[in-house]
């Protein structure tokens, strides 16, 4: 069966820190990965998205890998700080479907000060 | 940025009773919007799916006639859930794509509590 797996344990570091978070995939074969930050009681905002021949993007202080041998995705945030506390979503696109998101289930991430 | 307004942010209704939420882009073409829910501390999970125009694809296991999707502009789109029992209560988001545009603009999320 497809599925879309995040560590569901909170991610604790400590401000200045790089915070890495993982997405792994099995039976889909994505044809783009994207990364998505939601608050509390908010709706999800869209961060990165990587393409299937892209091994590496980023955006100021996020950087997103995408390995598709592996079947994974990592999320890092560089220097850290407690405002990037939020629950982190991964969502893919399968190149066989409708070109409907899928989520993860999401990866909760606090930043101490 | 593209901006996405949902409304209302918060309801709560008593069982039976049918609520309605609004999902409006405002500054650019919703060719495509996607309905959602979410229960606490899970995914996303997509109910159903909607073009301007047409009538809205649903997923398994969402019943089309309990959640009525209606698309009828390309900055709008409604979801109604019909006759509300308290395991309907969940957070609803919705989220817009214009044309090729890959990425989603969501909601900010209608948490719907049934009495």
């Known amino acids: 069966s497809q599925k879309i797996e995040q560590n569901s344990e909170a991610l604790n570091i400590q401000e200045g820190k790089t915070a890495t978070l993982t997405c792994n995939y099995t039976n889909y074969s994505p044809a783009y990965l994207q990364w998505y930050r939601q608050d509390p009681g908010r709706g999800p905002v869209f961060l990165l998205l990587?393409?299937?021949?892209?091994k590496e993007k980023r955006k100021e202080r996020l950087k997103v890998t995408f390995d598709t041998t592996l079947k994974q995705s990592l999320f890092h945030i560089t220097a850290s700080q407690p405002a990037d506390s939020a629950t982190y979503l991964c969502?893919?696109?399968?190149?066989?479907?409708?070109?409907?998101?899928?989520f993860g289930q999401g990866t909760t991430l606090q930043v101490k000060p | 940025g593209a901006v996405v307004s949902q409304h209302p942010s918060r309801v709560i209704c008593k069982s039976g009773t049918s609520v309605k939420i609004e999902c409006r882009s405002l500054d650019f073409q919703a060719t495509t919007m996607f309905w959602y829910r979410q229960f606490p501390k899970q995914s996303l999970m997509l109910m159903a799916t909607?073009?301007?125009?047409?009538?809205?694809?649903?997923e398994q296991g969402v019943e089309k006639d309990k959640f009525l999707i209606n698309h009828a502009s390309l900055t709008l789109s409604t979801l109604t859930v019909t006759s509300a029992h308290p395991e309907d209560s969940s957070f609803y988001i919705c989220?817009?794509?214009?044309?090729?545009?890959?990425?989603?603009?969501f909601g900010s999320g209608t948490q719907l509590s049934v009495l």
């Open positions: 969502a893919l696109v399968s190149s066989s479907n409708t070109g409907k998101l899928i």
């Open positions: 909607s073009n301007e125009g047409s009538k809205a694809t649903y």
């Open positions: 989220s817009a794509k214009t044309g090729a545009n890959e990425k989603l603009f």
């Open positions: 990587i393409r299937e021949n892209e």
